[in-house]
Structure formats: structure tokens, C-alpha cells
């Protein structure tokens, strides 16, 4: 996946993924007249021991959060503040909860913020608990933070986030409060990426 990811491509990819059949209690006239495309469900990638199981057995005596709420979540927390705490005020775990896209493309609400540059999606997440990570730490200007993190593991310079982002792509959405640590991961790795799209201006009206 390249390094520059549009608002624009992510939420037409995530709309793909919480589209819901038309419900069947609406009467054959009232639906609507396309009906809306089925969502493709998640599988399960198949899986047998081929070693000798742990002697720890788990209870499962409490329930998992629905994978449903979790994938609106994480969603949401790329742009849209109220609903993101909405959902928080419904489910408080969902803050460090993680939704795995498919091939172990792990995603939280805190990382699908910091990708995106919502900084006021970020401060919220974190200040309900969420866990800190470099990632984040780039995006928000957090230099000493980055550098910390480079200094226990100098190879998390080459880390990906979710969707294979880069960690210098962080830094560059982050704007003028990320520039130090954009100019620090520069120092280290020159990486070359693309610009943030921009949107697109409305061309002047003509004077009548």
C-alpha cells in the first residue's frame, strides 16, 4: 500500500465494509429502488495445532467486544469526533480495542486517527486511556517521545502502521506541530513520499 492514503480512499474503503442490506420488515414499495451492496463478512483464516497445546486453558468468562462495534469504531475515530464519543460513552474498552482488517492489518481508533492527521481525535482517545505509540507519538510532535522509542529499538525507523503507512508519512500529517520530528526521522532515513492531497478548489463563477 503506498505510503500517501487520502481521508477520501480510506472512507470510500470503509464504507465498502459497513454497508447494510435494506432491512426485510420494509414493505416491497418503500425499499429502496437499488438496494444497497451486501458487505463481505470477515473470515477466519483456517488453522490446526501442529504442536502441543498450552496447558493453560482459558475460561472465557467474559465476553469480547462485538466485531461490529469495534470495526464502527475504529472507522469512525478516523473522522468523526462525536461519534467516536458516542461509542466511547456505549463502550469504554473500545478505546484500546483493535480491528484486524485481514492479514494481520491491525488498526486502532488511535491509529486510524494519527494516519490521519485528527489531532482533536488523538487528544480525546488519549486522555480516555488510550495506549501511546510511536506512530502517534510522530504525528503529534512528540520528538522526544520518537526519539525515545528510536533510542530503545533504532529499527522502528523502518516500522509500518496500519495499512503498511510509513512512520515518516506520521510525521508529515502531523503539519507544522510534527515538523521537528519529520526534519529528525529525515536525519536518520531520507524517505521521499508523496504530498497530502489537497482538496480540490471550486473554480471561480464567471460574472454574469
Request: net charge neutral; with cysteine.
Amino acid at each position: 500500500m503506498s505510503d500517501s492514503i487520502s481521508r477520501r480512499a480510506f472512507t470510500a474503503r470503509a464504507a465498502g465494509l459497513v454497508l447494510a442490506p435494506a432491512s426485510p420488515l420494509l414493505a416491497d414499495d418503500d425499499k429502496p429502488k437499488t438496494d444497497p451492496p451486501k458487505a463481505p463478512m470477515p473470515t477466519e483464516a483456517p488453522f490446526e495445532r501442529d504442536y502441543t497445546a498450552p496447558r493453560f486453558n482459558p475460561s472465557w468468562k467474559k465476553q469480547q467486544l462485538n466485531r461490529l462495534l469495534v470495526q464502527d469504531f475504529v472507522i469512525f475515530a478516523h473522522s468523526d469526533l462525536d461519534m467516536t464519543k458516542k461509542l466511547l460513552e456505549k463502550e469504554p474498552l473500545l478505546v484500546n480495542a483493535f480491528m484486524d482488517w485481514g492479514g494481520g492489518d491491525w488498526e486502532s481508533g488511535l491509529g486510524g486517527a494519527s494516519h490521519v492527521g485528527r489531532r482533536d481525535i488523538v487528544e480525546l482517545l488519549l486522555e480516555k486511556g488510550a495506549r501511546i505509540d510511536i506512530f502517534c507519538a510522530a504525528m503529534m510532535g512528540q520528538l522526544e517521545a520518537v526519539k525515545a522509542f528510536l533510542t530503545l529499538q533504532p529499527k522502528l525507523i523502518d516500522a509500518r502502521g496500519p495499512h503498511g503507512i510509513s512512520l515518516h508519512f506520521h510525521a508529515h500529517v502531523g503539519g507544522k506541530h510534527a515538523e521537528p520530528v519529520l526534519e529528525y526521522l529525515q536525519s536518520i532515513k531520507k524517505v521521499e513520499f508523496k504530498p497530502i492531497p489537497k482538496k480540490p478548489v471550486d473554480p471561480p463563477k464567471k460574472s454574469e
